[in-house]
């Protein structure tokens, strides 16, 4: 009998502390004041956002930690891409698009097509557009490590770090970096909701190559030109009478040019102009070997007549 007695008063404390347990508890959800997570709707930890699996950004774009890609609400459905739209990467971009659309591709203005939206690495200004009845539309921009740029707005919701040129760190107090002086440049931005960095590390030229050219008076040469003088690492185009030839050093056919001058940055030189007909070293030769040959004939044939009229 003692033994049941004192089984009753042990439960007896236990559901007791249970009760305690569960007031303490009701207590701190009813006093807590903070924000609450809107997806659980429990009070935040303190954990910060770059450790959850998916973020929202300013712009409205969704971050996926696990996928590593920003998401973009494209009407009804949800199209990832592994840059922010508007960012600059030396980098591929990959894109995960529903299955059934299919969206057009612009690089620098022009529309391009079997494009792997998987895979985009050449370099250009891209534009991905879903259609006239969608407004919303994607941007990157692919450099090379030499590039143009003249300036590089972060996408929104982005902080730039620091800027530097040449090895100078730069004051930049916003998020538009001017690139319009020429240098190695370095830009380190982060994502203001997760903490992902990026760095852009590119050596901007604003010059185009040019030629000497120096036998081209006014549009025409009466000689040789010289092309030689190419700057190194250009892409040269050279065009007679409107087809593509061959680069020699030196242009000799008499017609009519078209050089096209590119460097590693991209910037882009032409020159029109015309070789006229001129006579060189074995122009020469050829003449003379032809008016021997014409005179040959000539005395040949009176001698021949002359000997025809002595008989």
């Known amino acids: ?32 004041e903070g924000e609450l997570d809107i997806e659980t709707g429990k ?49 591929e971009v990959k894109l995960t698009v529903p299955t059934g659309m299919t969206p057009r591709v612009y690089n620098n203005g022009k529309e391009v097509g079997d494009v792997d939206l998987t895979s985009i690495k050449d370099i250009g200004s891209y534009v991905i557009d879903f259609g006239e009845d969608i407004r919303t539309t994607l941007s990157f921009t692919i450099v090379g490590p030499e590039t143009t740029l003249t ?24 998020n538009l970096v001017d690139m319009s002086k020429e240098g190695n440049y370095s830009v380190q931005y982060h994502c203001d909701r997760t903490d992902v960095e990026y760095a852009l590390n590119v050596k901007v030229d604003h010059t185009a190559p040019t030629l000497r050219l120096e036998a081209v008076k006014d549009g025409y040469a009466d000689g040789p030109v010289d092309i030689s003088d190419v700057e190194k690492g250009a892409k040269i185009s050279v065009y007679h009478n409107g087809d593509l030839i061959d680069y020699e050093e030196e242009l000799t056919k008499s017609g009519n040019y078209r050089i096209v001058l590119q460097d590693k940055a991209g910037n882009r030189n032409e020159y029109k102009f015309r070789i006229n007909v001129y006579f060189n070293g ?20 009176f001698l021949s007549r002359k000997k025809l009229r002595v008989r």
């Open 282 to 301: 074995s122009s020469v030769m050829f003449i003379v070997l032809v008016a021997a040959v014409i005179i040959g004939v000539g005395v040949y044939i």
């Open 151 to 174: 300036e590089y707005r972060l996408p929104s919701g982005f902080v730039l770090d620091t800027v530097t040129i040449n090895a100078q760190k730069v004051d930049v107090r916003s």
């Open 1 to 32: 009998m003692k033994k049941r007695w004192i089984a009753y008063i042990l439960l007896a404390a236990v559901l007791l502390c249970g009760v305690i347990t569960a007031a303490a508890d009701n207590d701190s959800d009813d006093d807590y």
């Open 43 to 91: 009070p935040k930890t303190d954990g910060s956002d770059s450790e959850k699996t998916r973020v929202t950004i300013q712009d409205g774009s969704v971050w996926d930690n696990e996928v590593r890609q920003y998401f973009y609400q494209i009407g009804s459905a949800e199209v990832g891409m592994s840059v922010p739209s508007g960012a600059v990467t030396m980098g």
